[in-house]
C-alpha cells in the first residue's frame, strides 16, 4: 500500500468514527426523547424545596443541602434512582406526571419525608381554541 492510499484510509477511518460518535448521540436523543424533553422547576406548597428536572437529572434542593438523582420518563411517570450503586436494593421514586407536566403526583414521597404534590414554576398552558356559537 502506497502512503497516500494509506493517508486517505486513516482520514476514512477517522470520520467514520466521528460520524458514529454523533450517530450515538442521535441515536441516544430518540431512545431517550421522552426523558431529556421532560424539564422544569417544581415546588410545593408546605416549604421552600424544590425538584429541578433537566437532561436526565434531578435536583432535590433543600435549605441544607441539594440531593442530584438520574431519572427516566415511561408512560406518564418519572422514575427517580435512588439506589447509589446496583448492590443497593432501594426502590425508585415513583411521581405521577398529570397534564402537560404542570403537576407530579407522588405516592412514596412521604417514604422519604417529601411531600406529595409539586407544582411547576412557570406553567404556562397551551393555547386552546376558542369555541363560539354561531346564531
Not at 408546605?46 to 441544607?64: A, E, H, P, W
Not at 436494593?89 to 415513583?94: F, G, H, N, S, V
Request: proline share 1%; glycine share 6%.
Amino acid at each position: 500500500m502506497d502512503r497516500g492510499a494509506g493517508v486517505k484510509w486513516i482520514l476514512s477511518a477517522l470520520f467514520l468514527v466521528s460520524l458514529s460518535g454523533c450517530f450515538q448521540e442521535k441515536l441516544e436523543e430518540l431512545v431517550n426523547h421522552e426523558t431529556l424533553s421532560f424539564e422544569g422547576l417544581y415546588s410545593n406548597q408546605y416549604n421552600q424545596n424544590t425538584l429541578t428536572f433537566s437532561q436526565g437529572v434531578m435536583s432535590y434542593d433543600m435549605k441544607s443541602q441539594t440531593i442530584t438523582r438520574e431519572y427516566r420518563v415511561e408512560d406518564g411517570y418519572v422514575y427517580v434512582k435512588l439506589a447509589n450503586s446496583s448492590k443497593e436494593k432501594r426502590e425508585d421514586l415513583i411521581m405521577r406526571i398529570h397534564g402537560k407536566g404542570e403537576l407530579l403526583t407522588c405516592s412514596t414521597c412521604a417514604k422519604y419525608s417529601m411531600v406529595n404534590i409539586w407544582v411547576k414554576e412557570d406553567f404556562v398552558a397551551p393555547e386552546q381554541p376558542m369555541i363560539t356559537s354561531s346564531q
